[in-house]
């Protein structure tokens, strides 16, 4: 029986990418030109293999595949106007690691 997959090189692979089909975001694991015919005629398909932000991995089509990552003239990693980069980046960390709790959720105000 003859193979019925072929792994495709991708410019994007191991990048983040964006499904537009579904609008889920996550790593492009390989492109495979994939026979999905159930009959003797082959039908070839390139699907993309993205593992989304679950951990499990979809498929669609090749062509439904575009970069999530930030184009270089829109890159956001700049200082905030006013404040020093070092204050910066603890300003954005703050809180990441640790989970909320629920008095954490909740507003201060008393009802």
């Known amino acids: 029986m003859p193979d019925r997959y072929e792994y495709v090189p991708h410019p994007l692979l191991r990048r983040?990418?964006?499904?537009v089909a579904s609008g889920v975001?996550?790593?492009?694991m390989?492109?495979?030109?994939?026979?999905v015919s159930n009959s003797i005629k082959p039908h070839w398909v390139e699907l993309a293999y993205v593992r989304g932000p679950s951990g499990r991995e979809f498929?669609?089509?090749v062509d439904n595949i575009k970069s999530a990552e930030?184009?270089?003239?829109?890159r956001t990693d700049q200082p905030?106007?006013?404040v020093r980069r070092g204050e910066a980046e603890a300003r954005s960390d703050l809180g990441r690691d640790q989970p909320q709790t629920g008095a954490g959720?909740?507003?201060t105000r008393s009802a």
């Open 16 to 19: 983040r990418v964006r499904d």
């Open 59 to 61: 498929s669609t089509a």
């Open 70 to 74: 930030p184009h270089p003239s829109q």
């Open 80 to 82: 905030l106007s006013g």
């Open 105 to 107: 959720r909740r507003e």
């Open 30 to 35: 390989a492109v495979i030109n994939e026979d």
């Open 25 to 28: 975001e996550g790593e492009l």
